[in-house]
Structure formats: C-alpha cells, structure tokens
C-alpha cells in the first residue's frame, strides 16, 4: 500500500519480451530461400483451437519451393481462434513452424486477423532466392537437413534469372 506505483508506459516505451514468448507464427526458410513446410498438416491437426489451415500441394521442376516433395500451397493462420498454446510447433517435424516474440495481434478489422502464408514467411535473408527454385545439383531434401546447404548457389540465381526473362520478354 505504501509501494510507489509502478505504471507501464506502453505503447511509447513498450517492455521487452521474455526469449522464450509465445508470439506471432513465423514460417521459416532454409539458407537457400526453400520453404521449411513440407505441407503435413501435423500443424493444423495438433492445433486444438482448430485455427490453422494447410492445403499442400506437389512440388514440380519448374516450380519448387521445398525441398521435398511437398510443400505448403495454402497456409493460414485465425488469430481469432488461435490460443498461443505452441502444440502446432511442437508438431512440426522440420521446424518449419516457430513463434516470434511479436505480440501486437490487434487490429480494426476480423478480416486482417487470418494471416496467409505471404504474411506467415520469414522475410528473405542475403544470399536467399525467393521460391520457386531448384535445389543446388547434386543436393537432396536430406542435405538441407544436415545444413549441407548454406546460401543460394549461382546456378539457382541463373535459373531464377532465366525465368524471370521467359516471363517479361
């Protein structure tokens, strides 16, 4: 009763979060700019709120974007609905899945709150290639999970390259 009061000044000085904080999802890449979602639906499965949504789909030559034979076509997310209870990521069985430290999920709108895959993605890092891509010859989904493959090698930046030409000219 005799405590000085101790008020948060948020939002202009908002308070770190915790390392270990169950925030917003976050999609993760591999070095080489390949999605990490396999398309399982374990995720959406272990997901007791029944908030999240996965439609996978096969992965082609001229359009891969993981390095197995699936990946995730639709990916979404309700925050509406979604309980931050992290059995979605513990379900994931490439780590594709994590949740950030961002809690700031508040929004004017019920439509802004369901968060598509683009929204979902880790953003790309130097020496990433956006998706669809090739693996680096000579690579298998296996060497991505042994941390074989550390960035883009210049023959996906040729092939990006190329696709990009045969699309614009």
């Given at each position: 009763m005799f405590r000085k009061v101790a008020t948060e000044e948020y939002p202009e000085k908002p308070r770190p979060t915790e390392p270990r904080y169950?925030?917003?999802?976050?999609?993760?890449?591999?070095?080489?700019?390949?999605?990490?979602?396999?398309?399982?639906?374990?995720?959406?499965?272990a997901c007791p709120a029944d908030a999240i949504y996965v439609e996978g789909a096969d992965n082609t030559e001229g359009g891969r974007f993981s390095p197995g034979e699936r990946y995730g076509r639709v990916y979404q997310i309700n925050y509406l609905r979604c309980i931050f209870c992290g059995l979605c990521i513990e379900a994931c069985p490439?780590?594709?899945?994590?949740?950030?430290?961002?809690?700031?999920?508040?929004?004017?709108?019920?439509?802004?709150?369901?968060?598509?895959k683009d929204m979902l993605l880790a953003p790309l890092q130097s020496g990433m290639l956006a998706p669809p891509h090739p693996m680096p010859d000579g690579a298998t989904d296996k060497s991505y999970y042994r941390g074989e493959v550390v960035k883009a090698t210049t023959e996906q930046q040729a092939w990006v390259d190329q696709q990009a030409e045969e699309v614009g000219g």
């Open positions: 169950h925030g917003r999802h976050q999609l993760n890449r591999h070095p080489d700019g390949l999605e990490k979602c396999i398309g399982c639906e374990l995720c959406a499965w490439t780590r594709a899945l994590t949740m950030t430290n961002e809690y700031e999920l508040a929004d004017d709108s019920r439509g802004k709150l369901i968060f598509d």
